[in-house]
């Protein structure tokens, strides 16, 4: 299993419709949130107020989290599109480019 972490702007005065987002995705669109999302573990959302704006931060893992991104960024399916549009709204990033690069690790700790 692999983990994956990213951090995206939330855009000024965004910081309601992304809740709205998450709380379709957690309410209405669950069913198909996870049928998206088939190869997902477990997915976690943080919101980050700082001085220079809010920060999404995204922790999920998978198998191959690369292989997510990739298959959301070119999936047809209605509830995908409109994933896209909703993070584009929100954060101004568009998923459908390629990013310049996936988070590297460089600390990790655990109590063993």
Request: proline residues 9%.
């Amino acid at each position: 299993m692999a983990e994956l972490g990213l951090v995206l702007p939330v855009l000024p005065g965004k910081r309601l419709t992304l809740q709205a987002f998450a709380d379709a995705l957690a309410g209405e669109r669950r069913v198909e949130y996870e049928l998206s999302q088939a190869s997902v573990i477990k997915e976690s959302w943080f919101l980050q107020p700082t001085p220079h704006g809010d920060l999404l931060l995204v922790h999920f893992e998978a198998p191959d989290p690369s292989a997510v991104l990739t298959a959301l960024a070119v999936s047809e399916e209605p509830f995908d599109v409109w994933f896209r549009e909703q993070t584009l709204d929100i954060t101004g990033v568009d998923l459908t480019q390629p990013m310049p690069g996936l988070p590297e690790r460089i600390f990790h700790w655990a109590r063993t």
